[in-house]
């Protein structure tokens, strides 16, 4: 098992327990406490968990962002299913911005079939996903690429954004609480997604329901922005109130099978 998968292991345990320890670790990867130790360390150095007597602790807070390698196995059915709703309203002639994230990247394996399609994406991933594909026009934002996130950011990705207005808007987030709105964890992400959404006609948030009422570091936008929010089911209490009180549409597989 090399590196990555084990990191996949141990950032997933992590993240369920807030802690870990070296010999169990080495229990269920099957390999030397020795391998672990040298794991944790390059975690710590990575600035992903911090290493005590035995094992390791989590060090997250507000701006903390789980490794995509994390989010892109959670929920997984969870983001195919917001991808096809999601895909579903873009028709052929539009023009579209596709935001960094796991959940995007979902929607973009759902426009191969789509035809005369411009997007415009600050993402690597999606911009590999859709490179060859003739029936898509391909925009890249440019600007500093973001190590394990491949997502562009910087003064270049900015600048290249504020050219460029766009039909519709798939906006990945990584929080949404009623009274904080919607907020991501990195600050330099979130500032393109503020250029996003100023020259989007309409914003369409995706997120699954695990996003629901967090608040992460960094302030995006409020929801008088939203146009519809695509999830796996639907919030409850004071947010499903707030996003009622903005007129924002609800899509989840349960409401479409409904109507």
Known sequence: MIFEERAKVILSELEKNGSVEIEKL????????????????RLEHEGLLRRVYGGAVSTRGRSFEPPFIIRESKHKKEKEIIGHIASSLVVDGDSIALDVGTTTLEIAKHLVS?????????????????????????????????PGELSMVGE??????????????????????????????NIDDAVIKQSLIKNAKEVIVVADSSKF???????????DSVKYLISDKLPSGKLLDTLNKFNIKILTKEVLDAS
């Open 156 to 185: 270049i990705a900015r600048r290249t954004v504020e050219n460029f207005y766009v039909d519709k808007l798939f906006l990945g987030i990584g929080a949404i609480d009623a009274d904080a709105g919607l907020t991501e964890y």
């Open 26 to 41: 080495a229990n269920i990867l099957n390999v030397s406490e020795m391998t672990i130790r040298r794991d944790l360390s």
């Open 213 to 223: 009422d967090k608040i992460a570091f960094s302030f995006v936008a409020g929801f």
């Open 114 to 146: 789509k035809h005369n399609l411009t997007v415009l994406t600050p993402n690597l991933r999606i911009a590999t996903l859709l490179a060859d594909k003739k029936e898509i026009r391909l925009i890249l934002t440019g600007g500093i690429v973001r």
